[in-house]
């Protein structure tokens, strides 16, 4: 299993959109629509924030999409509010009941 | 809500075993399958393993032979024990629920530090 590419970190002033990608492979994201987005705000326990590669759970906010072209996935927020900033990871099923992650993105709000 | 609580020794001596139990609370731990997830200090995060409701279990080929999980139903907690750790297993621990589709709560997670 290889970890998922997402790049170290992203930023954006209030108001923008920024999109946050996530690379795997054909074994992983190219192949299964199971890739899920979370936020994490050090110290607390991570949030679901898109999950089946375009859902969102109840209560997160439409500023938040997410999409996918082949092996790449990718999170998207628009009209970027200071409590967007955090660290959003990726994750994808690879099969055989496994799963595999992004090594994590700092999105910073200016 | 669904909460999770990883709790147990923050520091384990190199080729001991580390050990950790995960409490839930707002929901029955006899369904779903409950998973144990890590992040080394500066690294991304790594799947562990997961047990089901019914006691089957699935782990990281990598870890596979060092890892037990077991899960706890009358006290609704699960755990983890991985064996000959040495300082790569020095990681920030998450234990972690596994919907139908995603990994859908978590705990905040507990720092275990392999030193001698």
């Known amino acids: 299993q290889s970890a998922l590419t997402q790049p170290a970190s992203v930023s954006g002033s209030p108001g923008q959109s920024i999109t946050i990608s996530c690379t795997g492979t054909?074994?992983?994201?190219?192949?299964?629509?199971?890739v899920s987005w979370y936020q994490h705000h050090p110290g607390k326990a991570p949030k679901l924030m898109i999950y089946?590669?375009?859902k969102r759970p109840s209560g997160v906010s439409n500023r938040f999409s997410g999409s996918k072209s082949g092996n790449t996935a990718s999170l998207t927020i628009s009209g970027l509010q200071a409590e967007d900033e955090a660290d959003y990871f990726c994750c994808s099923y690879a099969g055989s009941s496994t799963w595999v992650f992004g090594g994590g993105t700092k999105l910073t709000v200016l | 809500q669904v909460q999770l609580q990883e709790s147990g020794p923050g520091l384990v001596k190199p080729s001991e075993t580390l050990s950790l139990t995960c409490s839930v609370s707002g929901g029955s731990i006899s369904s779903y399958y409950w998973s144990w997830i890590r992040q080394p200090p500066g690294k991304g995060l790594e799947w562990i393993g997961y047990i089901s409701y019914s006691g089957s279990t699935n782990f990281n080929p990598s870890l596979k032979s060092r890892v037990t999980i077991s899960l706890d139903t009358s006290k609704n907690q699960f755990s983890l024990k991985l064996s000959s750790v040495t300082a790569a297993d020095t990681a920030v621990y998450y234990c972690?629920?596994?919907?139908?589709?995603?990994?859908?709560?978590w705990g905040q997670g507990t720092l275990v530090t392999v030193s001698s």
């Open positions: 089946e590669v375009n």
């Open positions: 054909s074994s992983d994201v190219g192949t299964y629509n199971v």
């Open positions: 972690a629920r596994e919907g139908f589709t995603a990994i859908d709560y």
